[in-house]
């Protein structure tokens, strides 16, 4: 046997006796338990998700945003529950002011939400009071911004107005459509919460450390920017423009699948069930005043990527997500597709903030273990 020492410099680091680690990997974490959480239920086998207990078809039926946010925050339910819109304090909108007009808006609510961070001085354990305050602000700000980057000075919000509402009239400056309003909110409703997804699981990571709030949420809107999470309802408009007529779906479907394409709006790392997100949303687009002219095409073409999925990927239940129809309500209101994933993100925010304080209540840092792959013991060249 040779003495693979006898070769080795004085000075080298001795070979060390490294056990195999067999400790079970789940890549990307899917099935892993990574929190207990009371505040959703997210049932993927039979396409039920509960806030608090309760489902979302009545929360968006007849709930307000309001009340949905101050549930989660919470636990109980509150009827007439109120949330009214914040100015952006001068600091934000200097900040917004020195943004290129070109800037992603993801990229300007997370910088606002950063700069509104740093004239707060969060305190920890992140509260109830906290996530209104600062749920209350982020709409106000991606307003200002999508009035800035038109050219257009920023509006006062109606502190009369709900959420929704309040975004509309600060990013057009004129009272808000009820029925668009209406619209949104239930928009809001339905993206307030959805368990540990990529976004949550980066908020409660960062509270984990007892970092605050608005770091946390900062944290969180950047993992949503990523077109596999928050990204895909803009991609679902171009979609469908792309696909133009019913006549040309199935062979778009084949040759996207293919290709090893994503078709957008469906597939969920949950839900083998119909999203039920969808199913409201759907609901709330069909009654809309303003239905997108593809929103009869989206009908069409999603019973064909339906049937085309089923039969091309037979081993996975590929089902319509909720980016699908969210896409339809978003342009119904009014709203351009680059603006979608930073709607989303302001609609998410009582669930980011929600996990905070629940996991700020747990109070144990998040540290996952790594297995390491890569080469052991090496010297450095003489
Ligand atoms: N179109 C075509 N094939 C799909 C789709 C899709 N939308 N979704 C999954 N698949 C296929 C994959 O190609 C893969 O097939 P293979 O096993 O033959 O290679 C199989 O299904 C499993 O795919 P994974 O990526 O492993 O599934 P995962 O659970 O990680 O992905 C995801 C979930 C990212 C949402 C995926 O379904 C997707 O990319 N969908 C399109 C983007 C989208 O709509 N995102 C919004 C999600 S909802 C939200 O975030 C709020």
Redesign the pocket.
């Known amino acids: 046997m040779t003495d693979v020492t006898a070769a080795r410099p004085l000075n080298a680091t001795p070979p060390v006796e490294t056990a195999p680690d067999t400790r079970p990997y789940s890549p ?1 974490m ?1 099935g892993v338990i990574g929190a207990e959480s009371a505040i959703a239920l997210v049932d993927g086998t039979r396409g039920r998700l509960l806030y608090r207990g309760y489902p979302i078809g009545q929360l968006v039926a007849r709930g307000t945003y309001a009340e949905v946010a101050d549930l989660l925050w919470t636990g109980e339910w509150h009827p007439g529950a109120q949330l009214h819109p914040e100015p952006v304090p001068a600091p934000v909108l200097a900040v917004l002011r020195l943004l290129p007009q070109d800037a992603h808006p993801m990229d300007a609510l997370r910088t606002a939400v950063s700069v509104w961070g740093a004239t707060q001085k969060l305190s920890w354990p992140p509260t109830p009071e906290q996530a209104r305050r600062l749920t209350a602000f982020s709409p106000s700000a991606l307003a200002a911004f999508g009035r800035l980057r038109r050219g257009l000075e920023p509006v006062e919000p109606d502190l009369s107005l709900d959420l929704a509402g309040a975004f509309l009239q600060q990013l057009t400056g004129a009272p808000p459509d009820r029925a668009a309003a209406r619209a949104l909110e239930a928009y809001f409703i339905a993206g307030a919460e ?1 368990g540990l ?1 990529a976004s949550t699981f980066a908020a409660r990571v960062i509270t984990s450390t007892r970092s605050d709030l608005a770091s946390a949420v900062c944290g969180a809107i950047g993992a949503l920017k990523g ?4 990204g ?1 309802p803009a991609e679902v408009v171009s979609q469908l423009h792309e696909i133009g007529s019913i006549d040309h779906a199935e062979a778009w479907v084949r040759q ?2 293919a290709d ?10 949950v839900y083998r069930a119909y999203d039920p997100r969808a199913a409201a949303l759907r609901q709330v687009a069909e009654a809309m005043d303003e239905r997108p002219e593809w929103l009869d095409l989206a009908i069409a073409v999603e019973d064909v990527v339906l049937r085309v ?1 089923a039969e091309l ?1 037979p ?2 239940s ?1 089902k319509t ?3 699908y129809y969210a896409a339809a309500v978003l342009e119904g209101v009014g709203l351009t597709p680059d603006l979608f994933p930073a709607t989303f993100a302001l609609a998410r925010h009582a669930g980011w903030t929600a996990h905070s304080i629940e996991q700020a209540g747990l109070d144990k840092l998040i540290r996952p273990d790594l297995r390491y792959t890569g080469p052991l013991d090496r010297d450095l060249p003489v």
């Open positions: 990307g899917a959805h997804n077109p596999l999470h928050g895909a996207t699948i090893h394409g994503r078709i957008m709006g469906f597939g969920h790392r999925l990927k081993g996975r590929l997500n909720v980016e």
